[in-house]
């Protein structure tokens, strides 16, 4: 097998770790894991998960995501959106589904595909 092979073939993502603060936009090619705060857009082809210690204010556009942390702004999910039980948001969400936890807060409105 070719190195190549061996890297591309694995589970790949990518981490904003906590404490880290981004103004501007993210658009990331493989799945992401944000457990800092970022003011703007996030887009990923693949998942999102946004972390206990997140805080993100801007859209969200992906293919799955998983809400831990905080996010105020619309988030556009083509398949599968989860809401853990500590996860907080507001704004319009679209999603193919939805999966909120008792104990999570969900303030705005949801539009499914």
């Given amino acids: 097998m070719k190195m190549k092979?061996?890297?591309s073939s694995g589970?790949?993502?990518n981490t904003l770790a906590q404490g880290t603060f981004i103004k501007g936009d993210i658009k990331a090619e493989e799945d992401i894991r944000i457990d800092g705060k970022v003011e703007g857009t996030i887009n990923c082809p693949g998942k999102v998960?946004?972390?206990?210690?997140?805080?993100?204010q801007g859209d969200i556009r992906c293919a799955n995501m998983d809400?831990?942390?905080?996010?105020?702004?619309?988030i556009?999910?083509?398949?599968?959106?989860?809401?853990r039980a500590n996860g907080v948001f507001s704004g319009e969400l679209t999603a193919g589904s939805l999966e909120i936890e008792p104990g999570a807060t969900f303030n705005g409105t949801c539009k499914m595909q």
């Avoid at 998960?49 to 805080?55: D, F, L, P, R, S």
């Avoid at 809400?67 to 619309?74: D, H, S, Y």
């Avoid at 556009?76 to 809401?83: E, G, H, I, L, Y």
């Fill in 5 to 7: 092979d061996a890297i």
């Fill in 11 to 13: 589970v790949s993502h």
């Fill in 49 to 56: 998960i946004i972390g206990h210690q997140a805080e993100i």
């Fill in 67 to 74: 809400l831990i942390g905080i996010v105020t702004g619309n």
């Fill in 76 to 83: 556009f999910v083509d398949n599968t959106f989860s809401m």
